[in-house]
């Protein structure tokens, strides 16, 4: 059994507990399915298992808390890191800043967007921390992402009934395909833009 399968064992065996557990540590940067945790669960709300209201609700509170400690860890400790070994990943004091600009000007949006793009999912509290966005404007906009991504997937799950199993048996195949194209297009974006700032011309 693949340590992928027994994660996502934990909704069967655990029910609420599991759900919250593998949807939680996903906020802040631990690879657990999360996603399909929640398919799995509204899957069994539509079997009698658990309850749909029950499934969204402790999705969603899960998906706020673990981003919330990811925004922690990175407020009070991401900075520092970035800034002592940011250019070991090409992330120079420089470059930094620039990152903090975008996330002034764009990061409500990218917070939001950031809940439906694996690989992004995981580090987003923690991007948002380290760049010293507000936490006010944080936790409300990754409460509208969760909300939405909670709810698109636990209706996915509901609605899927008896074909729950092979629907995520898709989903664990094609995932780590998504992580590695949205990680290519997202480096390969900011790279673009980081690159293109740095070429104009001074005041």
């Known amino acids: ?4 399968r027994v994660l996502t064992d934990l909704v069967g065996q655990y029910g609420y507990p599991g759900l919250a557990l593998l949807v939680g540590v996903e906020g802040f940067g631990v690879p657990a399915p999360g996603q399909t945790a929640i398919v799995l669960a509204a899957g069994y709300a539509a079997h009698g298992r658990l309850t749909v209201v029950g499934v969204a609700t402790t999705a969603f509170l899960a998906a ?5 400690i990811g925004y922690l860890i990175g407020r009070y400790g991401g900075r520092r890191l970035v800034l002592r070994h940011g250019r070991r990943l090409r992330l120079d004091p420089d470059r930094f800043a620039r990152l903090e600009s975008v996330m002034n000007r764009h990061g409500p949006k990218l917070v939001a967007a950031a809940r439906f793009v694996d690989g992004l999912r995981q580090f987003n509290g923690v991007v948002a921390g380290t760049t010293g966005m507000p936490w006010r404007r944080f936790v409300t906009w990754n409460a509208l992402g969760a909300a939405a991504w909670v709810g698109l997937w636990a209706t996915v799950g509901y609605l899927a009934g008896d074909h729950q199993r092979a629907l995520v048996v898709d989903l664990h195949r094609f995932q780590w395909y998504l992580i590695a194209a949205a990680v290519v297009l997202t480096l390969t974006g900011v790279g673009w833009r980081l690159t293109r700032r740095s070429g104009r011309p001074g005041p």
Do not use: A, L, R
């Open 1 to 4: 059994m693949s340590p992928f």
């Open 64 to 68: 706020v808390i673990g981003d919330s």
